[in-house]
């Protein structure tokens, strides 16, 4: 979830009373590179990926056998769907047994062309969608979030398996549901392929906090494509996110994407670049980003970046050259919060971990590899959120990402513990002082409401106007939230919490936790009955 102005104001003013900066943080070190935006690396994609208007290659280790299955083939990339092979890269060799793992993740190849003028994209998509539950299935349904973000997106050419469908929209057009001939069965898999068109809008405060805007020589493009919904127990699970919280509610999948744009770009996504070719003033980059629950992308001619190993993956923090001493800042609390994660939690995936500068009006929203950050936390009245930000957005990498969650409905298990491990963050940086401050902050969230005993595993909508605690998102689900895993690790024991936060972590890995399931397994761990706990904590009174 995104982290807003209002909502961090008084907090984080407490965390820097608490712990200072270390003015370490503020240096471009040895092992900062500086690279202009002109010295992108060179083009290494042979000239058929991008010159011949067929099937262009990806990798020379793509697998271009037909699919056995009788579905329709890719007709963007010449990798058969479940070759997974293009995905290796993005992921660290520990990670790469995931590839095996989630046969029926969705496929997504996306093919994109950017104006211009950065205010709209045209794209083809192509997705294999399995039927992984256990009932069959007589639609597909997709959500056209940008239909809700204050731009819009239009699907023109839709096919099933190759046969034109019409879809039916429904939700302020934000649904789009593909009906099927006959019921796809559990196991039984479909090809659904369109066009579609998005007009991206120019004004950040209108476009859902700036997250899906081309605003101040940045395009930020936020679930801009057509998703597959999430079909759980409540069926295809479809609703218009409460504006408090964040939009989307996504299975994790695998996404090949080639991007079309301006030379003078420098383009910034989910994932990690295939290839790369410029030609008559464009430039064509192929990317792909997998396990992952979404696709996320931003570009600028202004970006310039830093970055920093860290183990296996590079940290890239990109920012205009105005906001370079913001964006090493921004570099070196990302790898601090990494580590410190990596410790408490368990290894990130990735290869590559990307921090963005936009015009967004949050402080900082979080997305696959990629979490984009307000440009007003890298200098001027803001800067004092950048640490607690970065470390908190950093963080959703494993409580969003790796463990996904309903982020309507149970915004507690990404919030709460991003929240808390952040905590683990400032107390692993600057020991017992960083811990007490940024615990302050959290207590004086809570404050805000009088430290009321409202439940913290409430819809983001229960928070919000009209719900049954309005106004009280903020302090409860960022504030109380994080305090109760503090109250969960007391009753538990402090070991038995450690074991149980990296063993959740393990068996929710790319898949969609739930509150059921995060009580059970701490349950296992303690051999304790912890209904009283969650009663007084979490669920509803
Ligand atoms: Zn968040």
Redesign the pocket.
């Known amino acids: ?3 807003t102005f209002l909502l961090a104001a008084l907090i984080i003013s407490m965390v820097l009373a608490g712990c200072q900066p270390s003015a370490s943080t503020g240096v471009l070190t040895t092992a900062t590179s500086v690279v202009p935006p002109t010295a992108a690396p060179a083009a290494t994609a042979t000239p058929a990926a991008t010159d011949s208007p067929g099937k262009p290659v990806v990798t020379s280790t793509a697998v271009t056998a037909a699919p056995s299955t009788g579905l329709p083939g890719s007709s963007l990339f010449e990798v058969a769907w479940d070759d997974r092979s293009p995905f290796a890269a993005g992921l660290v060799t520990g990670q790469q047994a995931v590839l095996e793992q989630q046969p029926g993740a969705s496929v997504y190849h996306l093919d994109v062309a950017l104006s211009d003028d950065m205010t709209t994209v045209h794209g083809r998509e192509e997705v294999r969608f399995t039927n992984t539950e256990d009932v069959p299935l007589d639609s597909v349904v997709f959500r056209l979030f940008p239909n809700l973000t204050g731009g819009s997106i239009a699907v023109s050419g839709l096919t099933v398996n190759g046969q034109p469908v019409e879809p039916i929209y429904s939700l302020e057009d934000s649904v789009m549901t593909v009906p099927l001939s006959e019921p796809l069965q559990p196991g039984q898999q479909a090809v659904l392929a369109m066009d579609f068109d998005v007009v991206v809008p120019t004004d950040p405060e209108t476009s859902n906090y700036g997250t899906f805007a081309s605003f101040d020589d940045v395009l930020a493009l936020a679930h801009f494509y057509p998703m597959i919904a999430v079909y759980d127990d409540e069926g295809w699970n479809v609703e218009i996110a409460p504006p408090e919280g964040d939009v989307v509610y996504a299975d994790s999948g695998y996404y090949l994407t080639r991007i079309t744009l301006p030379d003078e770009q420098v383009l910034v996504a989910s994932g990690v670049t295939l290839d790369e070719s410029r030609k008559d003033g464009q430039q064509v980059v192929t990317v792909a980003a997998g396990p992952a629950r979404d696709f996320y992308l931003a570009a600028s001619d202004a970006y310039q970046v830093v970055s920093q190993q860290v183990g296996e993956t590079t940290i890239n923090s990109y920012a205009p050259r105005s906001l370079q001493r913001g964006s090493g800042e921004v570099l070196d609390i990302a790898a601090a919060a990494m580590r410190s994660y990596e410790d408490h939690v368990g290894p990130y995936p990735y290869t590559e971990m990307d921090l963005v500068s936009t015009a967004t009006s949050a402080l900082g929203v ?1 997305y696959p590899g990629i979490m984009a950050l307000t440009s007003r936390i890298y200098d001027g009245q803001y800067q004092q959120y950048l640490e607690a930000t970065v470390a ?2 950093v963080g ?1 990498q494993w409580f ?1 990402n790796v463990v996904g969650d309903d982020q309507l409905d149970d915004p507690w298990l ?2 709460a513990l ?1 929240q808390y491990i952040t905590l683990l963050y400032f107390q692993d940086r600057y020991g017992e002082e960083g811990y007490d401050g940024f615990h302050q902050s959290l207590e004086s969230r809570w404050d805000r409401v009088n430290d009321e005993a409202i439940p913290v595993g409430l819809p983001v909508a229960a928070y919000s106007e009209g719900g049954e605690y309005p106004g009280t998102y903020g302090a409860i689900v ?1 504030g109380r939230g994080p305090l109760f895993f503090e109250a969960l690790a007391q009753q538990m024991g402090q070991d038995e919490f450690d074991a149980f936060l990296r063993d959740y972590y393990q068996t929710f890995s790319w898949n969609i936790a739930t509150t059921e399931g995060l009580r059970a397994l701490a349950e296992k761990h303690c051999g304790c009955d912890l209904e009283q706990l969650f009663a007084d904590w979490v669920y509803p009174k």
């Open positions: 979830m995104k982290t979080e908190h957005e959703h969003y990404d919030e991003t960022y």
